[in-house]
């Protein structure tokens, strides 16, 4: 089985000084927890600060973003070679930008491996709207996003799949369990399609949408998810450590 990861993505939230805070509240907690990787994703703005507080800690750092080129007249963007001195991890194709931002399937795809290229991990998030899964293309749109996200990689390595419904995001209705690891099975045999059966048991896939402290241990038991991509949650030190706590106790 993959490396647990629990990632946090505090989206557009903190200022530096309320980000300081927050970290500052949850690093004890979180360094006393064994066996699962703690990933957290600030904004861009508060990437050094919070780089700074976690030096020598086991917990690692991610962006939210980033653009796929590595330099140029993109106004505002941030490429991967700016953020690869910051951190380790970047989330792409977040539903968010997706669907409010109109980010393709083609451009997570470049952002994908741009990210591989300079030695980011990226956590490919892919997910269907509540209209897709209504209508039974669920199992097709998140094949698609994962074939289209991979376009341009040759080796899955450092990669991770977040799978977070749209309709999960933010509203409290999280997937059951039972769904969450059918659609997750179904992203397993797409990667083993492409890559190999080897190469995609290596890739940790993480759940996202409405996880909690009190159901993450329900997702964590289930074959196919290695992890959690948590928002809400993510953004109170002591709703989080108690989250990945839970989530390390299931998982033993
Ligand atoms: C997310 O933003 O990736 C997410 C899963 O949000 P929430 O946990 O708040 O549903």
Redesign the pocket.
Known sequence: MATPIIAG?W?MNTTINEAKKLVAGMKPGLEAIEGVQKVVCPPFTALAAVREQLQGSSIALGAQNMHFEGSGAYTGEVSPTMLVDLCQFV?TG???RRHKLGESDVVVGKKVAAARDVGLRPIL?VGETLKERDDGDADGVVERQVSLGLAEVSALDGLLV?Y?PVW?????A?ATPKDAQAMMGHIRETLAALYGSSAASEVPLLY?????ADNVASFAFQEDIDG???????LSPETFVRLVRNAAEALV
């Not at 999960?168 to 409290?172: F, R, V």
């Not at 996202?208 to 909690?212: F, I, K, L, R």
């Open positions: 993505n989206k989330i977040h539903s968010e998030c977040a977070e999960a995001i933010g509203t409290g999280a996202g949408g409405s996880v909690t959690a991509l948590v928002g809400g949650a993510s």
